[in-house]
């Protein structure tokens, strides 16, 4: 007797064997992959244009950016001088690691140290599909209300990091920042949180520490495994 295997577990399934190939090759090479999820408008790519803006140019940074269309925030970020590509989905909702797989292909000589992924705009599919990537990020703008985290557990629970944007608009909207962060921290107890602001540069530096924290961590536990 077969034993019938839901269509969506298949294509689950078979995205984790490639995100696990991804995963070690970003381990095996160094590399720290940071994969962004939101809402659409929560300010992503904001985040992004502001990060590369402080980075240093020697440093070898790279951005891959989903859309379901238009090639605008590939646009965006190029200005800044680091590779960028765009991957418009024409309507699937989430990246895949077969989409990302198809991306670095395009880089085969690129050394990098750090590559951000910007998601597709949504809080819900994304959050099912692994990309290899060493923590997944989580923004909330202070204008998407306080309960997200409980209504769209998944993503809050999986994030390593809950990044509450556009806090420059607090005193024009009536948001609990307490509320936020509870909510998230009943989802996910261990989530690391920092509120921030990429128009006033609010909390900014302190996103940057974080990073920073993570590229030392991802090279002394790389560099512990080749002992
Ligand atoms: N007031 C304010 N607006 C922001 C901030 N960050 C992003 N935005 C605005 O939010 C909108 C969506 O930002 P974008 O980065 O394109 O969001 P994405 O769809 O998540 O990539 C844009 O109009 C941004 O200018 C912020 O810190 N403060
Ligand atoms: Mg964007």
Redesign the pocket.
Known sequence: MSTVIPAEKKVLSENQRIANALRAGFEHKHQLCLNLI?S????????LETTLAHLPQKDRVAVVTGDLQTEN?ARRLAVYGFPVQQIVTGGVCHLDGRMIERALALWPDAALDLLFI?NV?NLVCPSSYDLGEAAKIV?LSVTEGEDKPLKYPSIFAKAALLII??I??LPYVPLDMHAIEANARQVNPSIEIIGL???TGQGVGTWLDWLARRRAAMLAQTSRAEV
Request: proline letters at 5%.
């Open positions: 939101s659409p408008g929560s300010g992503k790519t904001t985040l925030d910007e705009g923004l944007t556009k420059d608009l602001s990429c128009k």
